[in-house]
């Protein structure tokens, strides 16, 4: 069973940083699209970044994030991060990670979510 265990969400004040990783598990990793969604009270989930599979990795943010937040992966530790730097309480949110096969639009699996509280 193919497994997307999030982790780093926590509470910090406006201004800091907090890193997200996510460890897949039961995948070929190297296969996959890797996302970074998020779903604050209220609202719809929404796509904060996602890093392309083989190739050049090309990524992508959500206008809001962009310039504060990176994506990245590492294929060897089948692992994405998400840094999040400059936070604002607008980016509070449970924070999901999102693999989804390049080719097989039927493979996509998500994780189980990670809290992230901006708040002085």
């Known amino acids: 069973q193919v497994q997307l265990v999030e982790s780093g969400g926590g509470l910090v004040q406006p201004g800091g940083s907090l890193r997200l990783s996510c460890a897949a598990s039961?995948?070929?990793?190297?296969?996959?699209?890797m996302g970074w969604y998020r779903q604050a009270p209220g609202k719809q989930r929404e796509l904060v970044a996602d890093?392309?599979?083989?190739?050049?990795?090309?990524?992508n943010y959500a206008d809001s994030v962009q310039g504060r937040f990176t994506i990245s992966r590492d294929n060897a530790k089948n692992t994405v991060y998400l840094q999040m730097n400059s936070l604002k309480p607008e980016d509070t949110a449970v924070y999901y990670c999102n693999a989804q096969h390049f080719e097989r639009r039927n493979q996509n699996y998500w994780g189980q979510g990670t809290q992230v509280t901006v708040s002085s």
């Open positions: 890093i392309t599979s083989v190739g050049v990795g090309r990524t």
């Open positions: 039961r995948i070929i990793f190297s296969f996959y699209t």
